[in-house]
């Protein structure tokens, strides 16, 4: 098997930037799931991984309460599976990762992170309020496979 580079968008040369500003929606495979927010994917004009972190969530670091776990449960859903990405206008974050929503059996991710309660809103992040497990079973959104 051929490992591939990661490369991220910042990186990119002026060619693979008019590529890039040309998708919208494509399929690929998660390669990686770097942390609840964050996977590397296959761009299908491109031979090395790009990191991509989901629009609108904001996902505890890994180092944080709650960050290993998202991982973790994301690497069950995505790890090795073909998924859809829909990318917007806006491709890049500030810090040169695509930007995009990936959706997997029906699901968005973004929105299956948050509705779990592995992520908040993006828009949430500066709060520093993840919901706590308690809150989140009682809202039912932890599947009871993922308590601590």
């Known amino acids: 098997m051929i490992k591939l580079k990661l490369k991220k968008v910042r990186d990119f040369t002026e060619d693979e930037r008019q590529q890039l500003n040309q998708l919208i929606e494509f399929q690929t495979n998660v390669y990686k799931v770097v942390d609840g927010d964050t996977i590397n994917i296959k761009l299908p004009f491109l031979n090395f991984l790009t990191p991509m972190r989901f629009f609108g969530t904001n996902a505890p670091e890994l180092n944080e309460e709650g960050g290993k776990v ?15 990405v ?3 206008e806006q491709k890049e974050e ?3 990762r695509l930007l995009g929503r990936a959706l997997s059996s029906g699901n968005w991710m973004d929105e299956e992170m948050i509705m779990l309660g592995f992520s908040t809103p993006f828009d949430r992040r500066d709060d520093g309020k993840f919901p706590s497990q308690e809150e989140a079973f009682e809202e039912g959104r932890i599947a009871k496979e993922w308590q601590m």
Request: proline share 0%.
């Open 94 to 96: 500030k810090w040169g």
């Open 70 to 84: 998202a991982q973790q449960y994301l690497q069950g859903r995505l790890l090795g599976k073909n998924i859809d």
């Open 86 to 88: 829909h990318l917007g």
